[in-house]
Nanobody, 121 residues
Framework: QVQLEESGGGLVQPGGSLRLSCAASGFSLAVYDIGWFRQAPGKEREGVLCISRSDITTYWKDSVKGRFTISRDNAKNTVYLQMNSLKLADPAVYYC??????????????WGQGTQVTVSS
């Protein structure tokens, strides 16, 4: 089965941390740039950051710079999103996809189903 699957979401207090995983099955993540996106209730999905095939990180949201880090482990066919110092503005469903933000959704080969991140005291 060919799919992307996110995991690691949950409830965290402001200032806390979470690490999200984006695992691929049925294909290799190594040949793709991988992007993380998020969608908060009532808002459009937005690009957050991405990692290129050569491990270059590009941020789409200035508000996460210095707090979010993306990395990849091609041996595990997984991309990670380390989120530190989480804020009340960060809660959303987080998605990964095979490509960096900036394109129409249908142009990405694969999307994950999303994982919920909740920040609350």
């Amino acid at each position: 089965q060919v799919q992307l699957e996110e995991s690691g979401g949950g409830l965290v207090q402001p200032g806390g941390s979470l690490r999200l995983s984006c695992a691929a099955s049925g294909f290799s993540l190594a040949v793709y740039d991988i992007g993380w996106f998020r969608q908060a209730p009532g808002k459009e999905r937005e690009g957050v950051l991405c990692i290129s095939r050569s491990d270059i990180t590009t941020y789409w949201k200035d508000s996460v710079k210095g707090r979010f880090t993306i990395s990849r482990d091609n041996a595990k066919n997984t991309v990670y999103l380390q989120m530190n110092s989480l804020k009340l503005a960060d809660p959303a469903v987080y998605y990964c996809a095979t490509g960096c933000p900036g394109h129409a959704s249908y142009l990405y080969d694969y999307w994950g189903q999303g994982t919920q991140v909740t920040v609350s005291s």
